[in-house]
Structure formats: structure tokens, C-alpha cells
């Protein structure tokens, strides 16, 4: 299993405001840096172009995996503790 996979799969949502706050935060920067690697490749001349794509795969697959983080912790039922 990747790192992707074990990210993805966690299951023990956090469900602190401020914890949210920070994978919103971190979901974002993702996104951003997916989208600045997804122009580097568009832009990348024959000699980049295959290194450009390997960065935006990898820049899209963390997105991703922040993503589904974040929505395991946003939607996640609210525990009654103390």
C-alpha cells in the first residue's frame, strides 16, 4: 500500500474546529500547488516535459489525499465528550 492509500484510509477523524481549520489550510496549499504543476507541465518544453507531468501526479495524488482527509474530518459526527 502507497503512502496515498494509508492517507487516504485513515479512519480517526479529529474533530477539533481548529484541526479542521488546519486541513482546509493544508487541502488549499495542496490544490495550489496541483494547479502551479499542472501549468509547469502544460508550459514544459520537450526536454521537462516528462518530469513536469511525474511532479503534477504526484502534486494531484497529495490534493487528493488531503481531500479526502478533509471530508472524513468535516463530515464526521459530532462525539459527546465532557
Do not use: K, S
Not at 3 to 28: C, F, G, K, S, Y
Not at 44 to 69: F, I, M
Not at 72 to 78: D, E, F, G, I, L
Request: hydrophobic content about 45%; proline content about 5%; overall charge negative.
Amino acid at each position: 500500500m502507497n503512502t496515498h492509500d494509508l492517507i487516504a484510509n485513515l479512519d480517526i477523524p479529529d474533530l477539533r474546529p481548529e484541526i479542521r481549520d488546519d486541513l482546509r489550510d493544508a487541502w488549499a496549499a495542496a490544490r495550489d500547488e496541483a494547479l502551479l504543476a499542472y501549468r509547469d507541465w502544460c508550459a514544459a518544453g520537450d526536454n521537462e516535459r516528462e518530469l513536469a507531468y511525474h511532479a503534477y501526479v504526484a502534486a494531484a495524488d497529495r490534493e487528493e489525499a488531503a481531500a479526502a482527509h478533509l471530508q472524513r474530518n468535516v463530515q464526521a459526527p459530532t462525539l459527546p465528550f465532557g
